[in-house]
């Protein structure tokens, strides 16, 4: 079955830079989003940033300048750099994976991964 793995996450000081990874196994198609959604105590999930196969992104207003999301469709991999890191970027960030489209907007399935842990603090 498909099964999204992140890793990068752990302990950085404000202002550090951590990369995020999520590989993608046992899927039969390429992936027609992938993307970073982070949730912190207490707040709802928010998306962080997103890619589609062309390489189209989209990020959240609030972290466009920071954070830079990239894919390797050959590795059916996606990747969060995370730069100017800040206290309240700490939270458990989250692999996201869509498709294949049934319309615009709309996929016939909906993956996540168990999340990866992002903490800064000094």
């Known amino acids: 079955q498909v099964r999204l793995v992140e890793s990068g996450g752990g302990l950085v000081q404000p202002g550090g830079s951590l990369r995020l990874s999520c590989a993608a196994s046992g899927s039969i198609f390429s992936f027609a989003v992938m993307g970073w959604y982070r949730q912190a105590p207490g707040k709802q999930r928010e998306l962080v940033a997103s890619i589609r196969t062309s390489g189209m992104t989209n990020y959240a207003d609030s972290l466009k300048g920071r954070f830079t999301i990239s894919r390797d469709n050959g590795k059916n991999t996606v990747y969060l750099q995370m730069s100017s890191l800040k206290p309240e970027d700490t939270a458990v960030y989250y692999c996201?994976?869509?498709?294949?489209?049934?319309?615009?907007?709309?996929?016939?399935?909906?993956?996540w991964g168990q999340g990866t842990q992002v903490t800064v603090s000094s």
């Open positions: 996201n994976a869509l498709g294949p489209a049934t319309g615009w907007g709309t996929f016939a399935y909906d993956y």
